[in-house]
């Protein structure tokens, strides 16, 4: 499969504090992107990286892409109650037109 | 960005029946896709929709359980057929526009 592993599989912090996820993927890709999902509900786009990026931020999220170990990792700073969702790596590889998701981070935070 | 409006939002079923959920589109997409969501699992895509043709379904999907419509550029429906506990899962739909998927809220089906 090329779905991609993410870890860990749940987090819990204080408010606060910054949060740190991880995704690994396995073939080459074109973008690397992160979601979040509310509740089970849908998932909204947070924010997406090229393979020929190394770091880009959006607000209080940062991701980098390290395309040599295959692996991403987005971090929240400042976390707050309403960041409580899953996360989710999605892999846009060559060659596929279609997006592979990861696994997931379940992330809790403690106000 | 896109809005897409999904219903039913939940739904309790009985085994050997079938359910239809709809996904409106805010705009014209040439694309719409259906993924399943089961249980604390990731998104596993069923099928792609294009409006006048048929949908392309994954690899472990078949047309004959979960049917696609797509009869125009802005609506689609994802029928799950003949279910059974196992097809308890969230279901949703989504559209790409500049290589971001924009989902809609998600349709929870519980089979019992």
Known sequence: SQQGEEDPQALSIQEGENATMNCSYKTSINNLQWYRQNSGRGLVHLILIRSNEREKHSGRLRVTLDTSKKSSSLLITASRAADTASYFCATFYFGNEKLTFGTGTRLTIIP | SAVISQKPSR??????????????VDSQVTMMFWYRQQPGQSLTLIATANQGSEATYESGFVIDKFPISRPNLTFSTLTVSNMSPEDSSIYLCSVERGEKLFFGSGTQLSVL
């Open chain 2, 11 to 24: 739904d309790i079923c009985q085994r050997g029946t079938s359910l239809t959920i709809q996904c409106q």
